[in-house]
């Protein structure tokens, strides 16, 4: 069964040193693996996507994440953390397959905080 | 222009009642889905449509009924209300939902309390 791993709870960074927050995933074949982040009540919001080609993908905000296929990893990556940054962060994959493709799996979520 | 709505942005009710949620999206997408973040912040999809047609039922109580009068609204109506429906509930659309690689926009989520 697909799933999605993010096993920080929660990250504490200060402001201006480089971030990682991290996702492991499990899927069969290829995965299409996205991050999202949600600030204090609201909706998510997409940051990037890794769908096929370079494995280091650029996104929103200055986020980047890097997709490793031996460890099954995709993790987010800032090289330097604002205070703005802090907020919940999740890692989603979308098995691409046609049965199933519509769905989005969820990792449970981890909390960054920037402090200044 | 907000490109995923949802109304109300929150909704306290009492159990047994039967409440409705709305959603709609004006970026011309083809699927639209209901999330629901639990309180541990967990998210897990409850239903998908695509122009018009569900398809996605993840084992949702029956008392959970989505209805799509057109490709872009997508209304999620519950009965007979019980506590552990307290959540925040999310929808979503993304364009073309059988192409994997695009990402979903979410709306603001309604939170729902039920007492």
């Known amino acids: 069964a697909q799933s999605v791993a993010q096993p920080e709870d929660q990250v504490n960074v200060a402001e201006g040193n480089p971030l990682t927050v991290k996702c492991t995933y499990s899927?069969?074949?290829?995965?299409?693996l996205f991050w999202y982040v949600q600030y204090p009540n609201r909706g998510l919001q997409f940051l990037l996507k890794?769908?096929?080609?370079?494995?280091l993908v650029k996104g929103s905000y200055g986020f980047e994440a890097e997709f490793n296929k031996s460890q099954t990893s995709f993790h987010l990556k800032k090289p330097s953390a604002l205070v703005s940054d802090s907020a919940l962060y999740f890692c989603?994959?979308?098995?691409?397959?046609?049965?199933?493709?519509?769905?989005?799996?969820f990792g449970s979520g981890t909390r960054l905080l920037v402090r200044p | 222009d907000t490109a995923v709505s949802q109304t109300p942005k929150y909704l306290v009710t009492q159990m047994g009642n039967d409440k409705s949620i709305k959603c709609e999206q004006n970026l011309g997408h083809d699927t639209m889905y209901w999330y629901k973040q639990d309180s541990k912040k967990f998210l897990k999809i409850m239903f998908s449509?695509?122009?018009?047609?569900?398809?996605i039922n993840e084992t949702v109580p029956n008392r959970f009924s989505p209805k799509s009068p057109d490709k872009a609204h997508l209304n999620l109506h519950i009965n007979s209300l019980e506590l552990g429906d307290s959540a925040v509930y999310f929808c979503?659309?993304?364009?073309?939902?059988?192409?994997?690689?695009?990402?979903?926009?979410f709306g603001p989520g309604t939170r729902l309390t039920v007492t």
């Open positions: 989603a994959v979308r098995d691409p397959r046609m049965d199933s493709s519509y769905k989005l799996i």
């Open positions: 979503a659309s993304s364009p073309l939902g059988g192409t994997p690689g695009y990402e979903q926009y």
């Open positions: 449509y695509n122009n018009k047609e569900l398809i």
């Open positions: 899927v069969s074949g290829n995965p299409y």
């Open positions: 890794y769908i096929t080609g370079d494995n």
